[in-house]
Each structure stands twice: as C-alpha cells, then as structure tokens.
C-alpha cells in the first residue's frame, strides 16, 4: 500500500497501491463481487457496492432533469466509465484508453489533445440539429 485505505463519504473504499492488478485480484477473492465492483486504474484502488455506478447516476439525471428525447453524450477512460458510456447515446473514449472492449464506443484524440477532439465532436453533433 502506498496509502492506507479510506472509506470515502461511507460509500466506497479508495486506496493508492503499488500494484492495482495484484490488490484488485485480491480484493476480487475475498469481496462478494456480486455485491462490489473493485477497480483499478494506475496506482489507484476502489471497491464500491455494485449497485453504485456511474450509468445509474447518468441516468438518475437524464430521467429527472433533462428531456427524455435529449442526446446523452459522455466521455470516459477507465474500466468504471464503462456503465455511464453504455447509457449514453454517444459514449466516447480516448484511442490510448485503458477500457478493454472500446471497440462498440467512438475514439476520439490521444493524449493530451484528447479533450479538445472529444469537445470538437460534442460542438459538431451540437451544430446537426438531428442530435439536439
């Protein structure tokens, strides 16, 4: 471990290790994964209830706040985004993103010129007044 572990607003537990892989197989052995999602990205470690995802939260909002026929678009790197780029209308992905199935998402941009091609996308399905 680099940092000991911390449960973050009682929801889920964070911590910063130096091996994510090993510490995620671990966690994966000895957490019932049917009721927790553990993941890893870079040194970082979580392991949150299965029923919190970020897909839930977008759509929580898409049903309370926005029009039912709005485009949903969203962008994500990692393994946890996956749930949230699903729901979306347009999910979006970096090339050099570590999600393993991004091949059914759009990728747009490497690096650090990610965000800007992800944000020229958004402004050009804005300005297609199919998608608004």
């Not at 999602?37 to 939260?57: C, H, M």
């Amino acid at each position: 471990l680099i940092s000991e572990p911390k449960v973050v607003d009682g929801k889920f537990l964070f911590a910063k290790v130096s091996d994510a892989k090993r510490s995620k197989e671990y966690l994966e052995k000895i957490l019932d994964t049917k009721k927790w999602t553990i993941s890893a990205t870079g040194y970082k470690l979580y392991a949150f209830p299965a029923e919190i995802t970020k897909g839930n939260a977008l759509e929580y909002i898409h049903k309370k706040l926005l029009n039912k026929h709005q485009t949903v678009v969203s962008a994500g790197d990692s393994e946890m985004d996956i749930s949230m780029l699903e729901y979306s209308d347009f999910g979006i992905v970096p090339f050099d993103c570590s999600i393993s199935d991004r091949q059914k998402f759009i990728k747009k941009g490497h690096g650090i010129y990610t965000a800007d091609k992800i944000l020229d996308y958004v402004i050009e399905l804005n300005s297609k007044h199919e998608y608004c």
